[in-house]
């Protein structure tokens, strides 16, 4: 009998406990956001999008101006004696090996300024959802790449933009 009533004690223990902990998370607020949507819209990634691209027109005009100098020394040589020849052929491959080394540096420089400005943006973009989530009491909130499906209605893409982009139009750039 004592055994029974342990049992029935047990029982009803393990009721109200997962019975609480199933209310409980009946009451999760939970919610996604498109990641992707969201870096692509964010007027700070658009503004530095415009930035870089810039940039690279100003790298590749540079390039092709220095490219454009050592075809027109290359086209002089069929002009010179041979000894003026091998000194300008010495500078056109020191102009050459300069070229490559003036692309891999600037393509270095762009390559690094665009991953600190993802990594920078990338992290107002997280904080910004965090904030969100406190503020609203959200208890989880997803990137939609790891969801195989959820309702539209738990998407809070919009409102993480709206205040991002406000944010960002208040800092005065």
Excluded: W
């Amino acid at each position: 009998m004592k055994k029974i009533n342990v049992f029935i004690l047990s029982t009803i223990f393990a009721c109200t406990f997962i019975g609480g902990a199933y209310a409980q998370n009946a009451a999760m607020k939970v919610a996604y956001v498109d990641l992707s949507k969201v870096f692509d819209e964010y007027t700070k990634t658009k503004e530095y999008d415009k930035t870089l691209e810039e940039k690279h027109s100003a790298f590749e005009k540079e390039h092709n101006k220095k490219l454009q100098e050592i075809k027109d020394t290359n086209d002089k040589l069929s002009l010179l004696k041979d000894e003026e020849k091998s000194k300008m052929m010495e500078k056109i491959d020191a102009d050459k090996a300069a070229l490559l080394e003036f692309d891999r540096q600037k393509q270095t420089d762009l390559k690094k300024q665009r991953d600190e400005k993802i990594r920078e943006i990338l992290g107002e973009i997280e904080k910004t959802i965090k904030d969100y989530a406190v503020q609203e009491k959200y208890n989880l909130i997803f990137n939609d790449k790891v969801l195989a499906y959820a309702d539209a209605s738990m998407d809070i893409t919009a409102p993480i933009l709206k205040i991002l982009n406000d944010k960002y139009a208040g800092q005065g750039k």
